[in-house]
């Protein structure tokens, strides 16, 4: 039975309406061990169920911890592609790789719609989501 239940076709809903509306290529909204909850788009091959393989040593991290944590960075090996991370509710990533075909601005505009109604979901999933300490992002990212 899936943990998520009822929440993870419409987290899979929500991401996928992001993708379209933001322009962005792949989305992958993942847990603190980088197990997928929800995901969309495509980088024509790239393996989206392993987060810390593409993104590890091109993140930085903004600001002290706290519920609005983002961090930005370039994926080594894709091309002209972006990468944006934020914290959902503090028990989930959302990752979104965006090109050219869309800006910084779109992509961010549209996180910041879509938050509120993955953070009801993630947080209706709370018993099954453990918290995501700075532990769990070193360990992710390393």
């Avoid at 419409?10 to 322009?23: G, H, K, M, N, T």
């Avoid at 601005?105 to 918290?131: F, K, Q, T, Y």
């Amino acid at each position: 039975m899936d943990p998520l239940g009822e929440a993870r076709p419409r987290l899979e809903a929500l991401v996928a309406a992001f993708i379209e509306d933001s322009r962005a290529r792949a989305a992958l909204l993942c847990d603190r061990r980088g197990r997928r909850l929800a995901c969309a788009g495509d980088l024509g091959g790239v393996d989206l169920e392993r987060p810390g393989s593409w993104i590890a040593g091109s993140v930085r991290a903004s600001n002290q911890p706290g519920p609005e944590d983002e961090f930005h960075g370039v994926c080594h090996g894709l091309m002209g592609v972006s990468l944006h991370v934020g914290l959902v509710a503090r028990r989930a990533l959302l990752c979104v790789f965006y090109d050219r075909r869309t800006t910084w601005g779109r992509v961010e505009l549209r996180r910041r719609l879509l938050m509120p109604a993955l953070e009801v979901l993630i947080e209706s999933s709370a018993g099954h989501l453990e918290i995501i300490t700075l532990d769990d992002l070193d360990r992710l990212f390393a």
